[in-house]
Nanobody
Framework: VQLQASGGGLVQAGESLRLSCAYS????????MGWFRQALGKEREFVAG????????RYADSVKGRFTIFRDNAKNTVSLQMNSLKPEDTALYYC?????????????????WGQGTQVTVSS
């Protein structure tokens, strides 16, 4: 499975961004998809995930109510709509593909990663 993330940029606090991740490869629609982020000097952390099995979504507490993950299997994309951005959302954002439909928050459950896309939120 190949993943290509895009959509990052520089925005001010309170503004919105939409990240997209195009995926391809055999049975790629049978993978759960997730977004993680990694701030400078910190470990990669879970942001949001969507199960391949029933499209159940899960979010990190820090983004609940502000971010929405959704996928379009017809277009082979998974997107992350980010609203009310805060400076602490600044990070390199990665999309990942997991063969599991549970523990979407667990970075070790992911088999494939795209390159990161930078999101910078100024105060």
């Amino acid at each position: 499975v190949q993943l290509q993330a895009s959509g990052g940029g520089l925005v001010q606090a309170g503004e919105s961004l939409r990240l997209s991740c195009a995926y391809s490869g055999r049975s790629s629609s049978s993978y759960s998809m997730g977004w993680f982020r990694q701030a400078l000097g910190k470990e990669r952390e879970f942001v949001a995930g969507i199960s391949y099995r029933d499209r159940t979504t899960r979010y990190a507490d820090s983004v609940k109510g502000r971010f929405t993950i959704f996928r379009d299997n017809a277009k082979n994309t998974v997107s992350l709509q980010m609203n009310s951005l805060k400076p602490e959302d600044t990070a390199l954002y990665y999309c990942g593909a997991s063969g599991y439909y549970y523990e979407l928050y667990n970075v070790r459950k992911y088999d494939y990663w795209g390159q990161g896309t930078q999101v910078t939120v100024s105060s």
